[in-house]
């Protein structure tokens, strides 16, 4: 069954370092998305992107973070200056069309020192 | 906005049956998932309910009653590796994203 893939499965940088977390969504899909969930906590919306644009964002996802589809498999995640409080989980998921189940990679465990 | 709460723990015996309730508050509703993700892992698809009623999965059943804001999910048949956090998710109208309750971590004993 295909799968969302995720890399690094674990990123460790300094405070004030720029990272970048990759997916590859299911091959057919055409929405994306990024999740992360502090560990202990709820899962939380960051973004979605569709028609390469993002089509929602919360709060969390302010200035520093950014998305980018650089190609027709990658999805990618930018923390341009990341701080303790980033340090998560962070989950890609895909759907094929509007109403399908949200399909996650098996995330990146991000710690920021 | 929207406000999910589900039970933080629950503890079930081995070949039992157990229900997880789901209570939401949204300002929007387009369907309410379930997850199961064990401890380090990456949350696995369910079962979903867009209008109210029952869904039966296997040994996993959800049901939904949108005018009462709730949701269960039922688990027959328990077995160990069913230990797990179940997460309710409800999807709002306005697009895709998920919202996520914070999850009821089940442990069941033999």
């Known amino acids: 069954e295909p799968e969302v893939t995720q890399t690094p499965s674990h990123q460790v940088t300094q405070m004030g370092q720029e990272v970048i977390l990759r997916c590859v969504p299911i091959?057919?899909?055409?929405?994306f998305y990024w999740y992360r969930q502090i560990l202990g906590q709820k899962v939380e919306f960051l973004v979605s992107?569709?028609?390469?644009?993002?089509?929602?964002k919360s709060e969390i996802f302010d200035d520093q973070f950014s998305v980018e589809r650089p190609d027709g498999s990658n999805f990618t995640l930018k923390i341009r200056s990341t701080k303790l409080e980033d340090s998560a989980m962070y989950f890609c998921a895909s759907i094929l069309g509007v109403g399908q189940p949200q399909h996650f990679g098996d995330g990146t465990r991000l710690s920021i020192l | 906005g929207q406000n999910i709460d589900q039970p933080t723990e629950m503890t079930a015996t081995e070949g039992a049956i157990v229900q997880i309730n789901c209570t939401y508050q949204?300002?929007?509703?387009?369907?309410l998932f379930w997850y199961q993700q064990h401890a380090g892992e990456a949350p696995t698809f369910l079962s979903y309910n867009v209008l109210d009623g029952l869904e039966e999965k296997g040994r996993f059943s959800s049901f939904l009653s949108r005018s009462k804001g709730y949701s269960y999910l039922l688990l027959k048949e328990l077995q160990m590796k069913d230990s797990a956090s179940y997460l309710c998710a409800v999807r709002d109208n306005a697009g895709n994203m998920l919202t996520f309750g914070g999850g009821t971590r089940l442990m069941v004993k033999p």
């Open positions: 949204t300002s929007g509703f387009n369907g």
């Open positions: 992107f569709y028609n390469n644009e993002i089509s929602e």
């Open positions: 091959s057919n899909h055409l929405y």
